[in-house]
């Protein structure tokens, strides 16, 4: 059975979604217990008032919690008994696979970073996120805010943590496709950095097809798309900013007149179905990657909905055995790429 723990005191109304989410995951998935981590008297008197399943439920007391508005490094010496970091916790001691928080998003980052520490060889956690693409794809884009500066060799290790974690939750798919996210497909154009990151990655074993640009995100084309923070930030909100201007935009266009009205109504189940489809409810949940156990971090301002689908991501990842598969992958691709990087100075060496 999969443990996971539960910041239920995070996000902009706390208990009131974390409570509901938690118990509707639970309805939905049999084979996994919960660890609510909170002010017992609060948790235990909002889980009593919704008739909640004690049985597959355990409460963890935190007498303190991490505001939305704190800053990384006061939450991170000040709050030591905060939901949030025992959350943490309990996956550093083995006793959850996963903890998932919907609370301030640079306070978990340093939170779980301090307490969990990087997989070995990778320097920083990137915040990674799977987008909806064509027929049913999923695309998993990093980093999308964590790091806003890169160096090539960090951008590479994102390129390897997010090719594992797709081939660990999908191991019969292949190899995933890793793309570059880029002004162009050129290999000449873009930043130096970039550049650099190319080069890198066309010596690597991972499946590279080479730059992308930002309409790749939702072809289908590609499994992996990587950038650094402040790109992917930037394209992250950019995504958001526009499924909400499209579902504005086709509402006014239907309410402009009687006839506009009435092929309102002939097309509502076909717009039912986009809706549902695009719903960002669904693909609640960024995944906090590269490090040494699974956090997932959830939009703070989601309903009960959207946190089960943060606990879904968890779980999924938990069951797959996400970490193990991660770390093993990131110990040979990085000294596959430690051995080319060898060959290349010698090269020049010889050269020379």
């Known amino acids: 059975m999969i443990t996971l723990a539960v910041d239920a005191m995070g996000g902009d109304a706390g208990l009131a979604v974390t409570i509901p989410g938690a118990l509707l995951f639970l309805r939905q998935q049999a084979d996994v217990r919960l660890l609510i981590v909170g002010d017992e008297v609060q948790v235990r008197q909002a889980l009593e008032a919704a008739n909640a399943p004690m049985d597959r439920i355990q409460i963890v007391h935190a007498a303190q919690v991490v505001e939305m508005d704190e800053q990384p490094q006061s939450a991170l010496k000040n709050k030591k008994d905060s939901s949030m970091r025992i959350a943490v916790n309990q996956v550093k001691e083995g006793l959850a696979q996963a903890a998932v928080s919907a609370g301030n998003t640079g306070a978990l980052m340093a939170t779980a970073r301090f307490v969990l520490k990087t997989i070995q060889g990778i320097e920083r956690p990137a915040i990674a996120k799977f987008i909806p693409s064509q027929n049913g794809h999923m695309t998993l884009v990093l980093d999308l805010g964590a790091n806003v500066d890169c160096t090539p060799e960090q951008l590479v290790q994102f390129a390897v943590i997010g090719s594992e974690l797709v081939h660990a939750l999908y191991p019969n798919a292949g190899a995933p496709r890793v793309g570059l996210l880029n002004v162009g497909t050129e290999d000449i154009k873009g930043t130096d ?49 526009a499924v909400r ?49 699974v956090v997932i971090k959830s939009h703070g301002g989601t309903d009960a909905v959207g946190f089960s689908y943060a606990l879904e991501e968890a779980f999924h990842e938990a069951k797959a055995d996400s970490l193990t598969r991660i770390q093993q992958g990131v110990a040979d691709q990085l000294a596959h790429l430690a051995d080319k990087k060898l060959e290349v100075e010698q090269a020049a060496i010889n050269i020379d």
């Open 245 to 293: 201007f499209m579902g504005s935009a086709i509402k006014q266009e239907f309410q402009t007149n009687l006839l506009t009205k009435l092929g309102a109504l002939a097309a509502m189940p076909a717009l039912k179905g986009f809706k549902n489809k695009l719903d960002p409810r669904k693909f609640n949940g960024a995944i906090f990657l590269g490090l040494r156990g």
């Open 193 to 241: 950095t970039v550049k650099q990151v190319f080069k890198l990655l066309s010596g690597s074993k991972l499946n590279f097809v080479g730059n992308v640009e930002g309409g790749s995100i939702f072809s289908g084309d590609v499994d992996v798309v990587v950038a650094d923070g402040f790109v992917g930030n930037i394209v992250l909100k950019t995504i958001e900013g």
